[in-house]
């Protein structure tokens, strides 16, 4: 027990402060103040991966380190899309996740806000849209903010979604098409 | 492996690992295996080309490797229509991958069990995407299949499905549990969620760029995918690679280990009931990444590893920051171990928890990290070292209780045995080029990755096409030979440890379902 107190000691608080949220990343102007006021700032996300590698899942398990400390900003991964605010979605989406994503999307209790996350989240990647792949998350979901990247790093992942709880007045911005590969 | 008592000969490969490409006939197939089992070989991947615009039918693949290297059991099927002999009488693994390849390109095995595998009815169950004449149509939309899950029967026996979503941020798949009160009498997996069609998308790339590709097989391999393939490139084009980028692709995939094993044993501790665990390990693995990032330009080092080298030299600052980063990493690995091997509640968790016997492991093939732990001594780096594991010659870590715990040791020792290794790797990197250009390979050619990624031995098949096009690509996971095995792990234990046990292999989904 000493070891482990003098262990937590020694490391300290290693928490940093959170970045600013990236506005520009907001792809569809679909957020409603109303939605931000019901939702705050203590926001629990239910993260779906819908067919990536699963380079954006570590990034995602890194914000829960001690240096992003998300919980500490009080927002929290859930187990259930019945239990979520969020939905945090990895792409590309393959074909056999699809009913599943949508009918976690539809689990998931109005108001609710939908971030794609990665390249294949965002526009489908190196991975494109195939007999077996969708493409990027819009496709199959509608889409609040997206965070590029491959995968995006836990802050871009961070600036990405607090956008998405602080933004008042987003910007219209059609979403890219994507890329056929096949 | 030795195939002269059935009178066949092989033909070498060319390229770094010993490797030979040995044509069957019918009659041979089951008994070159049936041999191979007897000397000790084991499944590395089977798969099926489509070869019918070169009137040669179909190829059945299978690779197997011993001590002395790969052997690659080549058949031809002359169509669709004719079956192949069942291997997985042999090699239980097979099992899977005949049905994937029955998915893929529509020839199947003997076998009783067709099911299908990568199928989840999301294309016409008719259309193979690996044939050469396969067209996608816009039209198919995702469907729904009804699988025949084994069933347990008899008082209390209930079912949980598991899946496809799961309750933590991993990835998708299906797991069907037959339980008893708390007890696990069975579980069966239904995998091929995240099937994006990763074969059929090397086939649009070019030779030159796939390495992107192959780096995002399985994120968390991203390093060892990328570097069998560029081996598999540099073998058919004879192309060298310089001798400082041999020591930075190792330097990168024994730094992808670290990263792997910090992760692992933080979430082993959290899924043992010890955050504390998760807190710290997560802490040192943040601090790996960062220094990737101004190492080699990517946390996870994507795109690091090309075809003839790598993408970038190591600055002298950063190496220096590496060789510091090795004792202080190691300092503080040691002290969590001891709290790790003191805890009694965490020990409780992690002994005698979802045991895979090294007899069981032999039989099934248990492979990689989660083999070593079940007393399968086998690791690339040791039993065929190319520079420059030749020189830092790393120590294979094994165990043979194939519990939990063996697989966190091996962890804890495969952690300290990478550190040591990046040590040596920084001491003895020489000044010089890191890329070398590769000609263009000739087409037709079949070349062969082998690299031992964190989870295991990462296999790659590459066969050329004309104009430096890819004509096949196979990646293969270890995971493939380890899902099974973690059915049998979790018979007897109860439901509220498979996740332990499940993180405990940490297989991949992706790599698996491609």
């Known amino acids: 027990m000493l070891t482990i107190l003098r262990q937590i000691a020694v490391t300290g608080i290693k928490t940093e402060a959170m970045p600013a949220p990236a506005d520009e990343n907001i792809v569809v102007a679909r957020l409603q103040e109303e939605v931000l006021r019901t939702l705050g700032r203590a926001l629990t996300i239910r993260q779906v991966d819908a067919g990536s590698c699963n ?4 990034e995602i398990h890194a914000l829960a380190n001690p240096y992003y400390n998300i919980e500490g900003a009080g927002i929290r991964f859930v187990a259930s899309p019945r ?100 | ?95 899977r ?24 009815a999301s294309w016409p169950i008719d259309k193979f995407p690996l044939q050469r004449d396969f067209v996608a149509s816009p039209k198919w939309e995702p469907g729904e299949e009804t699988y025949a899950f ?25 797991f069907r549990f037959q339980v008893v009160g708390e007890k696990v009498l069975r579980l069966e997996e239904r995998l091929g ?57 190792a330097l990168a995939l024994e730094r992808e280990r670290i990263a792997n094993h910090l992760g692992d044993l933080g979430y082993l501790g959290n899924d043992g009931g010890f955050a504390f665990g998760l807190a710290q390990f997560s802490r040192l693995k943040e601090d790996v990444l960062r220094l990737n990032l101004a190492a080699f330009g990517h946390r996870m080092m994507m795109d690091y590893v090309v075809p003839g080298g790598v993408a970038s030299s190591l600055a002298a600052a950063y190496a220096a920051q590496i060789r510091e980063q090795c004792p202080a990493l190691e300092r503080e690995i040691r002290i969590l171990r001891d709290i790790y091997d003191e805890h009694a509640g965490l020990q409780d968790r992690f002994r005698t ?91 037709y050619r079949l070349g062969l990755g082998f690299i031992e990624g964190w989870r295991g031995p990462v296999f790659i098949a590459l066969e050329t096409g004309p104009d430096g096009t890819i004509r096949r690509c196979h990646p293969h996971d270890p995971s493939w030979s380890n899902w099974p095995v973690l059915e049998h792990a979790v018979i007897g234990n109860i439901v509220p440890d498979f996740p332990l046990i499940n993180k405990s292999f940490n297989l991949t989904y992706s790599g698996h379902d491609l």
């Open chain 2, 353 to 443: 928890c979802g045991r895979a016997p090294p007899d069981l492991a032999q039989q099934l093939g248990l492979t990689g990290l989660c083999g070593r732990a079940s007393g399968q001594e086998f690791d690339l780096r040791c039993d065929f070292p190319l520079p420059p594991y030749d020189v830092i010659a790393p120590r294979k870590m094994t165990q043979t209780d194939g519990d939990v715990a063996a697989r966190v040791t091996v962890r804890f020792d495969e952690l300290l045995e990478s550190l040591r290794l990046c040590s040596a790797l920084i001491d003895g990197l020489s000044d010089g080029e890191v890329n070398a250009p590769v000609p263009e390979p000739p087409p």
């Open chain 2, 97 to 120: 991958m005949q049905r994937a390849a029955f998915d893929l390109v529509g020839v199947a095995s003997e076998s009783d069990d067709q099911r299908p595998w990568l199928w989840l």
């Open chain 1, 55 to 58: 380079g954006c899942e570590l």
């Open chain 1, 83 to 182: 239990h979520a605010d969020m939905l945090l979605v990895t792409g590309p989406v393959s074909k056999h996740m699809a009913i599943a994503l949508r009918r976690t999307y539809d689990a998931t209790p109005d108001p609710k806000l939908v971030v794609a996350v990665g390249d294949c989240g965002c526009m489908g990647g190196i991975f494109g849209e195939s007999y077996a792949s969708l493409g990027r998350v819009a496709n199959v979901i509608p889409v609040d903010v997206a965070i590029p990247g491959c995968p995006p790093t836990p802050t871009a992942l961070l600036q990405g979604i607090l956008a998405a709880i602080t933004a008042h007045t987003p910007p219209k911005a059609e979403p890219e098409s994507s890329s056929r590969t096949e």
């Open chain 2, 150 to 174: 084994v069933k347990v029967e008899g008082d209390g026996v209930h079912e949980i499905p598991v899946g496809p979503v799961h309750a933590g941020i991993i990835e998708p798949g299906h």
């Open chain 2, 193 to 249: 969620y995240v099937h994006k069609g990763i074969e059929k998308r090397f086939e649009s790339l070019r030779i030159g760029e796939a390495h992107r590709l192959a780096g995002r097989v399985s994120g968390d391999s991203t390093v060892a995918y990328a570097w069998a393939y560029a081996q598999a490139v540099e073998a058919i084009a004879d192309a060298a690679v310089p001798p400082r980028a041999a020591w930075l692709r």
């Open chain 2, 1 to 95: 492996m030795n195939l002269s008592g059935l009178g066949l000969v092989g033909a070498q490969l060319p390229g770094a690992i010993p490797a030979q490409r040995v044509p069957v006939s019918s009659g041979q197939l089951l008994a070159a295996c049936r041999l191979g089992w007897e000397q000790g070989s084991r499944l590395v991947a089977l798969w099926i080309s489509d070869d019918r615009d070169r009137a040669r039918g179909f190829c059945l693949h299978i690779a197997l490797h011993d001590q002395e290297g790969v052997t690659l059991l080549e058949y031809t099927i002359p169509d669709a229509s004719s079956a192949y002999p069942d291997i997985s009488t042999i090699f239980p693994a097979a099992n």
